[in-house]
């Protein structure tokens, strides 16, 4: 396990550009997999995770090569044509592959099994199996729902109009990506908008997408629907800059004095944009700059110089479009005047780690004041002063989490005693030069 000490850093200045957003990436492999013809990705994020989901489509018989100028050609099946894989699907650490393949496989007529690594079986997978067993795919999950697990899809699989119980883009991609292959229109209902990639991607892609809204007790909700049997054609995607791991330099820049840092081609999709919101509300100086569009996402690159951070109450209804970017934020908060109060943030107890519980840990140990809550943390800043952990640095345990690392890595640059991580390998998942750029920018 290499462990690495991260201590006060000088500015932050320069331009950077972040990896291909890791949502997108997965999506565009697999629906490049399943279109007739052949795609072109550029931008793709070549992180585990990712390299995941591209392992798992080759098993099913698509042909997907990275090219030596850095983009990846797919070249797809056709829906409907996935073959049964040999072996078991080893998911990694990746969630989402899991999720959205589990989707995919519930309406085609062959057995699959799906394992991961400690963290991914520990995760549970019953809110995706209640829907897509409705549909008429049958699981055979380990205790609790978890991985592994096999699954033995329908053909032909049964449409569904599915309310989601807790908004989640994992689950309603895995009943959309279901619907695929399925006759009729299968349609879902989310109580909170979450990130949309799927819906944008399947159109591009040739599916017939239907967005509206429903009637329901509490008024109107979001409804996304598709159309079965689709057929896909081949396109050619350029993946922008994953707005998730651009958090941890925006977070970075405003906390350490006299930073001047440019993140280049940053996907700000509306639906996942909420850090950008939440940090200017806390008074961070980050600037659009050339904001444009890029495969019908919205783009821009963004300047972030240090600013004096004030407290904040987080408003749940953000959470959706950020809530992945929370370890950072509580970074943020940690070094904030006054006080940041979350909530609504039952989600992250069963991400990667649960992470308020660690968050809440590492930042105590880092000498942040904290309370930590069944549903978020309240942090009490330190008014910008560096934080003061104990005189041999905080040893802070991951606990196998990417997001964990690199927020506390960033955590450690404004501190009196530094940062240790106790295992910064996890970071490859999702930012596999996270540590490259970080001493580049702080050169």
């Not at 500015?11 to 052949?38: C, E, M, N, Q």
């Not at 980050?286 to 110089?305: F, H, Q, W």
């Not at 107890?349 to 309370?371: F, H, I, P």
Request: hydrophobic residues 45%; contains cysteine.
């Amino acid at each position: 396990m290499p462990s690495r000490l991260f201590t006060s850093s000088p500015p932050l200045t320069g331009r950077i550009a972040v990896p291909g957003d890791k949502s997108i990436s997965h999506r565009a492999l697999i629906f490049a997999s399943l279109a007739v013809g052949t795609s072109r990705i550029d931008g793709l994020l070549e992180g585990e995770d990712v390299l995941a989901t591209a392992a798992a489509m080759r098993q099913m018989g698509a042909h997907i090569e990275r090219q030596e100028d850095g983009a990846w050609v797919v070249e797809g099946t056709g829906l409907g044509s996935l073959i049964e894989p040999r072996g078991a699907l080893d998911m990694g650490n990746s969630g989402t592959s899991t999720r959205l393949l589990m989707g995919l496989l519930a309406s085609h007529g062959f057995t699959a099994t799906f394992t991961g690594d400690a963290s991914l079986c520990a995760r549970p997978m019953k809110r995706v199996i209640e829907p897509l067993s409705q549909m008429g795919a049958a699981f055979e999950a380990s205790t609790g729902g978890t991985l592994p697990l096999m699954v033995r899809g329908a053909l032909p699989a049964v449409p569904i109009f599915y309310r989601l119980p807790v908004a989640s883009a994992q689950v309603k991609s895995a009943i959309l990506l279901a619907g695929l292959n399925t006759p009729g229109i299968t349609r879902v209902i989310e109580p909170v908008a979450t990130r949309d990639h799927t819906e944008r991607m399947l159109a591009g892609f040739g599916a017939k997408i239907e967005i509206g809204e429903e009637d329901v007790a509490e008024g109107k909700e979001r409804s996304v629907a598709v159309h079965g049997e689709a057929d896909l054609a081949p396109m050619d995607v350029t993946v922008p800059g994953d707005p998730s791991s651009a958090a941890f330099f925006l977070v970075a820049a405003s906390i350490v004095p006299d930073s001047d840092l440019t993140i280049e081609n940053v996907g700000l999709n509306p639906t996942r944009a909420g850090i950008v919101t939440v940090l200017r509300e806390m008074g961070a100086d980050i600037a659009e700059v050339n904001p444009r569009d890029v495969g019908g996402e919205p783009v821009a690159d963004l300047r972030v110089r240090h600013a004096a951070l004030s407290g904040v109450e987080v408003d749940p209804a953000i959470v959706p479009s950020m809530v992945d970017e929370f370890p950072a934020l509580f970074v943020a908060a940690a070094f904030a005047k006054g006080t940041t109060r979350s909530s609504g943030l039952e989600e992250l107890r069963v991400k990667e780690s649960d992470r308020l519980a660690t968050m809440a840990a590492a930042l105590t140990l880092a000498g942040a004041r904290v309370e930590e809550k069944s549903d978020g943390l309240t942090v009490h800043g330190s008014g910008g002063e560096p934080l003061r952990g104990t005189p041999e640095g905080a040893q802070v345990k991951t606990r196998l989490d990417h997001r964990i690392a690199m927020s506390m890595a960033v955590a450690g640059l404004a501190s009196r005693d530094g940062v240790t991580i106790d295992d910064t390998a996890p970071i490859a998942t999702s930012f596999p030069n996270f540590m490259e750029l970080l001493e580049g920018v702080a050169g």
